[in-house]
């Protein structure tokens, strides 16, 4: 079983839609959540960060944290053209020492904003 | 927000030469940086943990001798590609850790991309 799973998609939504992206992890330990966009030949940029179970609200983003499910969520309200791009999920995985620690990638969902 | 560079953008090489890539957190420090590679419509791969002052941690297939680390300062890290090869031609990202925010996180940098001739 993978760490980070995430659905490869594409996930083809329309203009002004919801886009609903999941994804689930392993570590039952991890505390800390990561979203990364990531457009066609650049690198990763930070979307959302959440810790806490529940919802943290950004703008057109929401991400939904349920540990309890190992689950991680992304929505993006009123999706755009723009917005399409691979969406990367990443848990902090804790190797234990002093503050030893590295970020575990899903394999990302492609998302397609039909305009 | 964080900000991380990269230089240089892009880089063109004969097979056989050395490639010297840095990264730098411009506002704030980064005690740990990370080195990732990644070849067209593939997931990002964690090459190396970089951290200031003590030797790389090298994920498991990586080469040391071959992709030299350096972490001098809490500001800069740098990955030497030796001897590169066409193989070796990938985009190559790194990340700096800012453990100054709430949430420990991770900014990756522009990325590199290497085409070895």
């Known amino acids: 079983q993978k760490e980070v799973e995430q659905n490869s998609g594409p996930l083809s939504v329309p203009e002004g839609a919801i886009a609903s992206l999941n994804c689930t992890y392993s570590?039952?330990?991890?505390?800390?959540f990561f979203w990364y966009r990531q457009y066609s030949g650049k690198s990763p940029e930070l979307i959302m960060s959440i810790y806490s179970n529940g919802d943290k609200e950004d703008g057109r983003f929401t991400a939904q944290l349920n540990k309890a499910s190992q689950y991680v969520s992304l929505l993006i309200r009123d999706s755009q053209p723009s917005d399409s791009a691979t969406y990367l999920c990443?848990?902090?995985?804790?190797?234990?020492?002093?503050?030893?620690?590295?970020?575990?990638f899903g394999s990302g969902t492609r998302l397609l904003v039909r305009p | 927000g964080a900000v991380v560079s990269q230089h240089p953008s892009w880089v063109i090489c004969k097979s056989g030469t050395s490639v010297k890539i840095e990264c730098r957190s411009l506002?704030?420090?980064?005690?740990?940086m990370f080195w990732y590679r990644q070849f067209p419509k593939q997931s990002l791969m964690l090459m190396a943990t970089s951290n200031e002052g003590s030797k790389a941690t090298y994920e498991q297939g990586v080469e040391k001798d071959k992709f030299l680390i350096n972490h001098a300062s809490l500001t800069l890290s740098t990955l030497t590609v030796t001897s590169a090869h066409p193989e070796d031609s990938s985009f190559y990202i790194c990340?700096?850790?800012?453990?100054?925010?709430?949430?420990?996180?991770?900014?990756f940098g522009p990325g590199t991309r290497l085409t070895v001739l």
């Open positions: 570590d039952r330990g991890s505390q800390s």
């Open positions: 990340s700096a850790r800012d453990i100054g925010r709430t949430v420990d996180t991770q900014y």
């Open positions: 506002d704030f420090q980064a005690t740990t």
């Open positions: 990443a848990v902090n995985l804790y190797l234990g020492g002093d503050s030893s620690y590295k970020l575990i």
